[in-house]
């Protein structure tokens, strides 16, 4: 027997579904929203309804952006001969932070996870791989900035394989000191980044 009427009940259901959130936080959630005036809830249904409307991923880098090709990827003053891969767009945010880095992205979509089924098939690498080639005279340096656990290191150590074996003169190299072994990129502060991207090694 549901203890809640049947549209909060649902809502709690779908809440719980959320990345880290249980039924307790859902429900909080449910609740502050009926608190909320008219509005208010207007202003948020319409937003939740763009982000499928009026969000699109880059062609080029995958980030979510209003424009296709994203404002990044446009930017004249952007330096096009290095690209800055990360694991998803959250990593992205926590890089542009720092202020220490003018260069592209390339977002892989997620790690590679075996146990999990996540394979090099499942991750945005082929479109990395053409993108290097069909800018083979301009691209200079990969960044492989993903977080320094184990899936990050099986990744970066993969990429560094691939990348090395189609494109020999390709400098890749990767985050240095200030991000310790089991750190979150997302989670990390500006100083930390920025001292992980100046101190950057080739891999």
């Known amino acids: 027997m549901n203890l809640y009427p049947p549209p909060i009940q649902r809502l ?10 249980g039924e ?3 429900a909080r959630f449910v609740f502050y929203l009926l608190k909320l005036s008219g509005p208010e809830i207007e ?3 319409d937003l939740i309804k763009s982000l499928k409307n009026k969000i699109h991923v880059c062609s080029l ?3 979510f952006s209003e424009s296709d090709p994203c404002q990044i990827c ?6 096009k001969n290095i690209i800055c891969v990360v694991a998803k767009p959250q990593d992205l945010t926590a890089i542009e932070k720092s202020g220490q880095y003018q260069g592209l992205y390339h977002i892989l979509g997620g790690i590679l996870e075996p146990l999990n089924n996540i394979t090099p098939e499942n991750l945005n690498i082929k479109s990395l791989l053409e ?15 993903l977080n ?5 290191e099986t990744t970066s150590l993969y990429l560094h394989k691939l990348l090395k074996q189609n494109f020999p003169n390709l400098k ?4 240095a000191r200030g991000l310790p072994m089991g750190a979150d990129i997302e989670y990390a502060d500006d100083t930390t980044i920025a001292n992980a991207l100046q101190g950057r090694k080739e891999f």
Do not use: M
């Not at 446009?74 to 330096?79: G, I, V």
């Not at 993108?131 to 900035?145: A, F, G, M, V, Y």
């Not at 890749?172 to 985050?175: A, Y």
């Open 24 to 26: 307790k936080s859902a």
């Open 43 to 45: 202003e948020l249904t």
């Open 172 to 175: 890749i190299t990767r985050l």
């Open 61 to 63: 880098c995958h980030n």
């Open 148 to 152: 320094p656990d184990i899936e990050g």
């Open 74 to 79: 446009l930017n004249p003053k952007r330096q």
């Open 131 to 145: 993108r290097i080639k069909n800018n083979q005279n301009e691209i200079k340096e990969i960044i492989l900035s």
């Open 12 to 21: 709690i259901e779908l809440f719980s579904r959320f990345p880290g959130i």
